[in-house]
């Protein structure tokens, strides 16, 4: 079964401070994903990898950016994190291919900036 | 365009009943429709899902319809369980390398008991 392992479930930080979302996938999947969900606003796509050290911006990349070093970890990184970053933060990671491939979740990482 | 809107926001639904959620979308070039459920406190999880090759996918008490020509597809739970109560979203994307779903933006269904 595909693994999809986020660091923390909760995590509660400042504003300014430098926040990093960790996310290990265990299939040897190609493509990963970064996604916030917000009630009402559904699943907002902010950025994907279809390979190491690529990237490609979704819909909210704005004061977020992402670093994947090695294939199996993706990493969300917020550079200065603000009150309207509070939010669930899910990761993903489908096979290589079209984008019809099944994606597979993580928990969440539950996020607030005070 | 490239926008996936789904309706309705919430549903509330006897136990036996049927549920039905609705999508539309816009693009054309969409040609793979999934719906994803998720349970509180964990990431969505794939359903069931359809191409545009066939009207209609059935999967125990799951159905999608497809509706080509209006751009429009929707999820059918026969017999809707307390253990169904949960929020799905329906997505679409593009048969091409490098892209990604589109998410609607989620229902959430409560069965009653």
């Known amino acids: 079964d595909v693994k999809v392992t986020q660091s923390s479930r909760y995590l509660v930080k400042r504003t300014g401070e430098k926040v990093f979302l960790e996310c290990v996938q265990d299939?040897?999947?190609?493509?990963m994903f970064w996604y916030r969900q917000d009630p009402g606003l559904g699943l907002r796509l902010i950025y994907f990898?279809?390979?190491?050290?690529?990237?490609e911006k979704g819909d909210i990349p704005e004061g977020y950016s992402v670093s994947r070093e090695k294939k199996e970890r993706f990493s969300l990184i917020l550079e200065s994190a603000s009150t309207n970053q509070t939010s669930m933060y899910l990761c993903?990671?489908?096979?290589?291919?079209?984008?019809?491939?099944?994606?597979?979740f993580g928990d969440g990482t539950r996020l607030s900036i005070l | 365009q490239q926008q996936v809107k789904q309706s309705p926001q919430s549903l509330i639904v006897q136990k036996g009943g049927i549920s039905i959620i609705n999508c539309a979308y816009e693009?054309?070039?969409?040609?793979?429709f999934p719906w994803y459920q998720q349970f509180p406190g964990k990431g969505p999880a794939l359903l069931i899902a359809?191409?545009?090759?066939?009207s209609e996918k059935k999967e125990g008490r799951f159905t999608i319809s497809f509706n080509k020509s209006a751009k429009q597809f929707s999820l059918h739970i026969m017999d809707s369980q307390p253990g169904d109560s949960a929020t799905y979203f329906c997505?679409?994307?593009?048969?091409?390398?490098?892209?990604?779903?589109?998410f609607g933006k989620g229902t959430t269904l409560s069965v009653s008991s």
């Open positions: 299939m040897d999947h190609e493509n």
């Open positions: 990898s279809y390979d190491v050290k690529m990237k």
């Open positions: 997505a679409a994307s593009m048969d091409q390398a490098g892209t990604a779903l589109i």
């Open positions: 993903a990671s489908s096979v290589q291919g079209a984008g019809n491939q099944p994606q597979h």
């Open positions: 359809i191409r545009p090759d066939v």
């Open positions: 693009n054309t070039a969409f040609d793979y």
